[in-house]
């Protein structure tokens, strides 16, 4: 790995610089992202993945700052060189950043000095643009110069999220009014969810906002010339990343309504939720039910996968897993959380319901009616060709970053 790329120590120590390639554009972007996108374990990777193929396909050097010591590992670094997707990437040591107040109020990570950090970087690399994927750091860009754009991914609706997940022990009014505030800082927003653009763009004043929704960069010939429905061996399958949103849905399901089938249809768990679920694994283990935290192929499950299921009770924001479910023809039963930030129900492919036995006989009429199965295959596909295909997602980016 060490032939893949030179590391560089600035600052005393302050961020470690890691270049990965040699080419350069005028036209140059910083994206402030906590997470080692390249791992692409959950929705948000996913996202920033496409995110940087999208610039990448329209001329522009993409470099990204993140954390060592937040969540993800860096040992494979050597993956972005083989992608080619980043000249550059800043790690700075997330245990740095001092003075954070957590639970009762919305976090801050952009202190003073590492505001400091942010303002060198974007100074010395004469950024056009710098993308901000959290709130929790948005303040980095309140000392950057006033010609750099400032660009806002807008994942989720962080306040109403930490209020769900404190099981209300949150002052929302107080976190809600910090949080626009922080949004205030931009010149552009970007919304995953349908539902939180239309309340954000009333909202923030000098702000342009787009819906983008989350797109695949995946090509259909690549992945259905020899496809074939008859070959799904897999009846049912979720995937969820390490989160409490997930953490609860699935236990729901497994507890409330996968012991009500008149059958062990086969279930497939995808993700890092499966690291709470090892009691269940032992209840299963004579069972048709596989626990997989990780897989590099996820999209070779879905190709053997009859029908998905997105059973969450709590969360913001847009369920990725459902989008690519979509694309892969999959009829999706959930419940009405687990859709929300979609363009609306009609004709989705998706069943909606948070009643058990609802739930249940919707798997049962789809996993044994072949022809119903087929109508909700045909609607789930329709569905993301209408909303979802990346050249639609384009056209929107564009009038953000192509002039």
């Known amino acids: ?239 969820g990343s390490d989160n409490p949103f997930n953490n609860e849905g699935i236990i729901w399901f497994l507890n409330s309504i996968y012991m009500k089938l008149s059958k062990d249809y086969s279930l497939i768990v995808v993700g890092g939720v499966n690291k709470y679920l090892n009691k269940y694994r032992s209840r299963y283990n004579n069972k048709n039910v596989s626990f997989i935290e990780y897989i590099n192929d996820l999209y070779s499950l879905y190709l053997k996968s009859k029908v998905a299921i997105c059973p969450m009770l709590s969360g913001t924001g847009l369920k990725v897993k459902i989008i690519e479910y979509l694309f892969f023809g999959l009829p999706v039963v959930s419940t009405p959380i687990g859709f929300s930030g979609m363009p609306g129900d009609y004709n989705s492919g998706c069943i909606l319901t948070q009643d058990e036995n609802e739930f249940k006989d919707a798997l049962e009429h789809l996993l044994n009616n072949e022809k119903l199965y087929e109508e909700y295959s045909r609607k789930a596909r329709e569905y993301y060709m209408y909303y979802f295909q990346k050249d639609k997602a384009f056209k929107v980016l564009d009038k953000i970053f192509v002039k």
């Open 1 to 239: 790995m060490r032939k893949l790329f030179k590391r560089f120590i600035k600052n005393h120590n302050e961020y470690i610089e890691i270049k990965i390639g040699d080419y350069c554009s005028d036209k140059k972007v910083l994206i402030i992202f906590p997470h080692n996108v390249i791992l692409r374990k959950n929705g948000v990777q996913q996202r920033f993945y496409s995110l940087i193929r999208y610039l990448n396909s329209r001329g522009f050097s993409v470099d990204l700052f993140s954390h060592t010591n937040y969540v993800d590992k860096w040992e494979n670094i050597g993956d972005y060189n083989k992608e080619g997707i980043v000249r550059k990437i800043f790690l700075y040591d997330f245990n740095k950043i001092r003075g954070i107040i957590r639970n009762r109020d919305l976090p801050d990570f952009g202190n003073s000095t590492l505001r400091k950090v942010i303002q060198e970087i974007v100074m010395k690399e004469n950024y056009g643009y710098v993308i901000v994927s959290y709130v929790m750091w948005a303040n980095l860009v309140s000392d950057i110069n006033e010609n750099v754009k400032k660009v806002l991914m807008v994942e989720d609706f962080i306040s109403v999220n930490h209020y769900l997940r404190y099981k209300g022990n949150y002052n929302l009014g107080r976190s809600i009014e910090d949080e626009i505030k922080r949004m205030l800082l931009f010149d552009v927003a970007i919304f995953i969810s349908k539902s939180e653009y239309e309340f954000f763009k009333n909202v923030l004043r000098n702000v342009k906002c787009y819906w983008v929704p989350h797109f695949l960069m995946i090509e259909e010939e690549d992945i259905f010339p020899n496809f074939n429905y008859k070959n799904k061996k897999n009846d049912l399958i979720f995937v």
